[in-house]
């Protein structure tokens, strides 16, 4: 039985300024914003496109506290990163520990630090630039502006829509199986065979799904018209260029301070 | 303009249907779905579609929407024709909705899944709007189109899907089982919505339904399609129930006006003890949303119980948490004393094995609480994981496999049974360990006349036998059936109501 759910829009729905942007085009800010990232590996750069991005926050419309509980996994793994440099960088500087192989340096302190932040920008334009993103205007600009193919990405789209109900079907699958008597033990096999009906699922759902979309004119050969036309506006341009500033000024401002370092030199 | 001249057959109004000698075998299958069928529906014309399970409605309405597919597919005999062309060749002009309101679901908001068909069809992006509003408008589904789809109940996503066929503005109507899956509201809300909808637009409407009485009096015409090829009977409804009435009532098809063949048990004097009870009970699926707070209930021993409410008053989260399969949010479900497993009367503490020979539980879904290849090993499962010998647990199968007549069945994977099937084979591997409370949520949704009347009737036997039945359902017939108390949940609480 299904309960009655409360209109989606949980979170605010005062229009921001990013809301106004394309999602191709936040695609490529986001590929903008990290790449460049990968060039080098110091404090500086990291933190300099850190402070830009958050400043930024406000254009987004998402409430600090969303980014804050988004940003937890990633601020809590960040060190998982940072502690295999702390442990195995090439030492140089001071020494203060080492066990076997592992030494902790000066430099390795540095180079622990350097690459924490970096996972940190790295992960902060995606939750950014895709927290109010909706699938289904995603869907539209990848079809109508990037010009992937149609029956492509509404399928996806459509099927993405069904994950909702594989969550009930392993909720109430993980209940019959201690209905049945068999829920106290083996629980990696309980998995397993719980993973394989849902498997059934997913190819009768799908079938079901393809029909249902099919009785709807899908993929009937007619040219598809789009009743959310999504298009490009000067904003987008503005967008891009705000994030090659952000850039710029990162990379800039470990230039000037003399930190900066290409990976392979 | 743009929009009449973007269809590719740029008719409107209402479409023909004509089969002739019409038959279709699927790729890898022997025997044909569907064999030898010939009729002429005329434009507008609203059509019965009946038959026993098998015989192959579904399969005629699938091609008649054009959706059977190429020579890959499978073999056609004979033809089929909408308005004298290949219905394949036609899309746009049939519009199907099908049994499982989630199945017909494509978008995320209510009026981009509305838009969903215009859009293929190529129609105007400037005309889509209206075409939604007036769609929805038909059908009376009144929530802003930015509504979430998974946020709308049963008969609300049957009237958005007839929405979304409407909006395509077809000649021919095809609902297959439209209300087999939803609540007597639902069901009242579809059957108004198909009427406003054909009335408006004339469409030809062709509607395949176990419930007949729910769609008799909208319908002109009655068509049986018979199990063995060849139509049984064609012709105005009343003619048809009288001269085959008893043949389609056998196939399993609620004939309007007959009475089922089952004894009413009255209402079961109990010795005032009670199987579970609970006070200041909250229920919750997920240990953060309370469902329902503040519950009273008593489930006395040896009787039927039935859980009744509207759609999302937390029946079936209810039932589960009686079941001792979600622990309660506040309060204690307390069992009767001599049930008590070694970690008290509350079942949701119990283990698993402990569960099992107390209460046993039948799902809304029997492939969820599927976990074998055969339906003899599915009835072993219970029997074995509580140490019965061997030679004990074949003879509890073999009974079991007899009593609900599934020995022929006993090989067979459970996921290739029939509705019918599957859920006898869901109440005995229940059964095969004999708990003294039974638990079932929804038993009879979706099952035609014959599987119904096998259900209530083992239901009956099971109460007379001493066993207590807490039963969810939206069915009265089955709680008139079994002599039930009730525990009715009234109305939803509305959202955002926490402990």
Known sequence: MTAAVADVP??????????????????????????????????????AAIVLQLACLPLTGLPVRTLLKRMLPIVVFAPVAGVSMLLYAEPGGRVYWSFGY?????????????????????????????????????????AQVAKLPSRFVLGVLAGTRTLGLF????????????????????????????????????????????????????????????????RLHPRDAVAVLGGVAIMALAIGAAVAAGTFRFVWS | MT??????????????????????????????????????????????????????????????????????????????????????????????????????VVLSKVGDDV??????????????????????????????????????????????????VLAMRPGVLLLDEPTANLDPEGVREVRAAVEHAVAESGATLVVIEHRTEVWADLMDRVIVVGAEGGLLADGPPVEVFARVGDDLAAAGVWV????????????????????????????????RTIVRAGLEVRV?????????????????????????????????VLAAPQLAGRSGRRPSRWTSRELLTRIGTVFQEPEHQFLAATVRDELAIGPRSRGVATADVDVIVDELLERLHLAPLALANPFTLSGGQKRRL??????????????????????DRRGWVELVALLQSEIAAGTTVVAVTHDDDVLRHLGAHRIDLGLPVPAGVAS
């Open chain 2, 3 to 104: 929009a009449s001249s973007a269809r590719p057959a740029g008719r409107s109004g209402p479409a023909g249907i004509t089969a002739a000698g019409w038959g279709w075998r699927y790729a890898g299958r022997r025997a044909p779905a569907v064999h030898d069928v010939s009729f002429t529906i005329e434009p507008g014309q609203r059509v019965l579609l009946l038959g026993a399970s098998g015989a192959g409605k579904s399969t005629l309405l699938a091609g008649i929407a054009g959706l059977l597919g190429g020579a890959d597919e499978g073999d056609q005999t004979g033809a089929l024709l909408v308005d004298g062309a290949r219905p394949e060749t036609q899309r746009g002009r049939v519009g199907l909705v099908l049994q499982d309101p989630d199945a017909g």
């Open chain 1, 167 to 230: 969550l009930d079907d392993w909720r109430s699958m993980g209940l019959a199986r201690r209905a049945r008597g068999v829920g106290d033990t083996g629980a990696i096999r309980r998995f397993f065979s719980m993973a394989f009906v849902l498997l059934v699922f997913a190819v009768r759902r799908g079938t079901k799904l393809a029909t249902a979309m099919e009785a709807r004119g899908f993929g009937s050969g007619i040219p598809r018209t789009w009743a959310r036309p999504s």
């Open chain 2, 256 to 287: 309007p006006g007959r009475p089922i063949d089952l004894p009413v048990l009255a209402p079961a004097v109990t010795d005032g003890e009670s199987a579970l009870a609970a006070s200041g009970l909250s229920v919750s699926r997920d240990r």
């Open chain 2, 115 to 164: 838009a969903f068909g215009c859009e293929n069809l190529g129609v105007a992006a400037s005309d889509i709007p209206a075409r939604v509003a007036e769609a929805l408008e038909a059908v009376g589904l009144d929530v802003p189109p930015g509504r979430a789809t998974k946020a709308l109940s049963g008969g609300q996503k049957q009237r958005l899907a007839l929405a979304g």
């Open chain 2, 426 to 447: 869901s109440v005995a591997t229940v059964l095969a360990d004999a708990p003294p409370v039974i638990v079932l949520d929804e038993p009879t949704f979706g099952q």
């Open chain 1, 102 to 142: 592992a030494t902790v340096s000066d430099d390795s302190i540095a180079l622990a630090i350097a690459v924490c932040l970096r996972v940190v920008a790295l992960a902060l334009p995606t939750i950014l630039l895709f927290g109010r993103t909706d699938p289904t205007e995603l869907a539209d600009a990848l």
């Open chain 2, 300 to 332: 006395p021993r040896g009787a039927a119980t039935g859980i009744v409410g509207p759609n999302g008053a937390g029946k079936s989260t209810l039932a589960l948490t009686l079941a001792g399969l979600l622990p309660e949010a506040a309060g204690e």
């Open chain 1, 10 to 47: 949980a979170v605010d729905t005062r229009p921001a300024w990013l809301d106004g942007v394309n999602p191709v085009t936040k695609v490529v800010l986001a590929l903008l914003l990290s790449v460049p990232l990968f060039a080098s590996i110091d404090v500086t750069s990291a933190l």
